[in-house]
């Protein structure tokens, strides 16, 4: 009832109004976490350590059990993304402060940069600011194919409707999952055990005109002794805002447009099956196909851009329980993602070219890991995590102008990896130590081989401690890393003739070049974070 006082103060004299089931429902949220963390973590720790519904427990930030993680990670669950009034993942991530919101997002144009030039209206996850390529983004902590050109995913094919929660964790972890987590890891868990059928529908547009929206879904699933299934289908539609639309784009030709309309199919299907008393199978599987359209540049030069994408991921994974508390996992994706484009640029009294083509990406990999306790200390179990795999990822890149042949390239980056984790609790609220509630330390490490491109290991070290049982200190400190992506290795070289004004040449003309590098290095960093 307070919160509907304040509320209510804040607001009077204006339009709006307060939902006060929209507070209740993030307290719930919030009220939910709490419970989990203390079901499953008993030193009390936050550390988003969750259970599903079937007994295993997820840990975004860690891969072993019920460790607390010394970074910072935030959750957004489906109910609170669904009372904010957000129809995709997109929308979700962009509503962090933590996300940056241009580069590879609808409605974000050209002149910031090659890597902030979106290809395909998708959305990726870009944490920090330091590029999509940057941010891992993990579907039940598996990989997923790279989305167009730039080393990102896109987060908004996954349907809201199959979602359980998103965790985010904003800080350098390539010691745990590899490459592209140098600014930090998001982490889509997906619904397990779901009984019924469910649907939700909602229709929307600008009030200053365009951006008509229609989105609708619908989940079912079951379970039976030992099993169970979902499967979750999403559409969304929405129409373009137009330059004409805004008072701040009177600038800009009226044509063109801010914001790209689309329509996009996406598809989840999740199942696990009990294969005895010690074997669990699980299959994840994610579709989707969207199409988009943007109208830029000007009535001298008009273009127009159409891509298509179609993205298929199949992830199966087996968990052996090995005695002694000891926890086995195998887990392999099979990936692709296509972006179809087509560009057509029509100049005034000249004809019209057509630049088309594909960035076809895909991923094959496989992983293998055990978990559980190695000795008690005075705080609990040590527990220690490790691990390896390969993964091999690639791209087909093609461009055609007019239908003739102009660039093309298809490369395949193979790579192997070894990890370990350890985790030691060594005070916890039982012991009653004045001064020492809790104490925890965790490391991990990551060897990595990027065949003919590099070899590294990157070390992560985290601390918790609590001086009492209300004021939790936490820090770590990280070395991560980013193999540059195939596009920024292989795309073909390209000239062009620029005025020379621009670029401090007078009246001249400057050849302005631009392509891969085969030769480029491995892009890396040192982070430490400390918080309470």
């Avoid at 998708?122 to 983004?137: H, I, K, V, Y």
């Amino acid at each position: 009832m307070q919160h509907r006082h304040i509320f209510s103060a804040l607001l009077a004299g204006t339009a709006l109004t307060f939902a006060p089931q929209a507070v209740a429902a993030q307290d719930a949220v919030a009220d939910k976490t709490d419970a989990q963390e203390r079901t499953t973590d008993p030193e009390g720790t936050k550390g988003n350590v969750t259970p599903d519904q079937h007994g295993s427990i997820v840990v975004t930030g860690s891969r072993i059990r019920g460790a607390a993680v010394a970074g910072d990670v935030i959750t957004l669950d489906q109910e609170a993304i669904i009372v904010a009034g957000q129809v995709d993942l997109g929308e979700a991530m962009r509503s962090l402060p933590q996300n940056f919101n241009g580069g590879q997002n609808p409605g974000i144009g050209t002149g910031a940069g090659l890597i902030n030039s979106n290809v395909n209206s998708a959305s990726n996850a870009n944490l920090r600011g330091l590029g999509p390529d940057a941010t891992l983004t993990l579907l039940n902590g598996h990989r997923l194919p790279y989305d167009s050109a730039f080393g990102g995913v896109d987060i908004s094919a996954i349907p809201l409707a199959a979602l359980d929660r998103i965790e985010v964790l904003s800080d350098g972890a390539s010691a745990l999952y590899g490459s592209d987590a140098v600014a930090g890891v998001v982490n889509v868990i997906l619904r397990r055990d779901f009984e019924g059928v469910a649907t939700s529908a909602q229709i929307g547009a600008s009030t200053g005109g365009g951006y008509f929206r229609q989105q609708a879904d619908i989940v079912g699933g079951t379970t039976w002794n030992g099993g169970g299934f979902l499967i979750a289908y999403d559409f969304a539609r929405n129409s373009e805002i137009e330059s004409r639309q805004r008072s701040y784009a009177g600038s800009l030709d009226p044509d063109s447009y801010l914001y790209p309309s689309q329509h996009r199919h996406a598809v989840t299907f999740s199942a696990h099956q009990s294969l005895g008393e010690r074997i669990v199978a699980k299959v994840d599987v994610l579709f989707s196909r969207r199409e988009s359209e943007t109208v830029g540049g000007t009535p001298a030069s008009r273009f127009l851009f159409r891509p298509d994408v179609e993205s298929l991921t199949v992830a199966p994974s087996l968990e052996l329980q090995l005695g002694s508390n000891w926890e086995a996992k195998i887990v392999g994706v099979l990936g692709r993602d296509h972006t179809n484009y087509h560009t057509s640029s029509t100049p005034i009294g000249g004809n019209t070219r057509i630049t088309s083509g594909c960035y076809c990406n895909s991923v094959t990999s496989l992983d293998i890991g055990a978990e559980g306790p190695l000795f008690e200390l005075a705080g609990g179990s040590a527990r220690m995590a490790i691990g390896g795999g390969i993964r091999h990822n690639a791209m087909d890149f093609t461009r055609l102008i007019d239908g003739a042949p102009s660039a093309a390239f298809d490369v395949t980056r193979r790579s192997r990896y070894l990890y370990g984790e350890v985790y030691l609790p060594f005070v916890s609220t039982e012991l009653e130590i004045r001064g020492i509630d809790r104490l925890g330390l965790s490391g991990a490490l990551r060897y990595e081989d990027y065949q003919g491109l590099d070899q590294l290991a990157t070390p992560r070290i985290g601390l918790i401690y609590a001086p009492v049982s209300s004021l939790i200190l936490r820090a770590s400190w990280a070395r991560s890393f980013k193999a540059p992506s195939l596009y920024q290795q292989y795309v073909p070289y390209q000239a062009f003739l620029l005025p020379g004004g621009g670029f401090g040449a007078g009246a001249g003309t400057v050849v302005y070049t631009s392509g891969g590098n085969p030769d480029l290095e491995s892009e890396r960093a040192s982070s430490w974070t400390a918080g309470f």
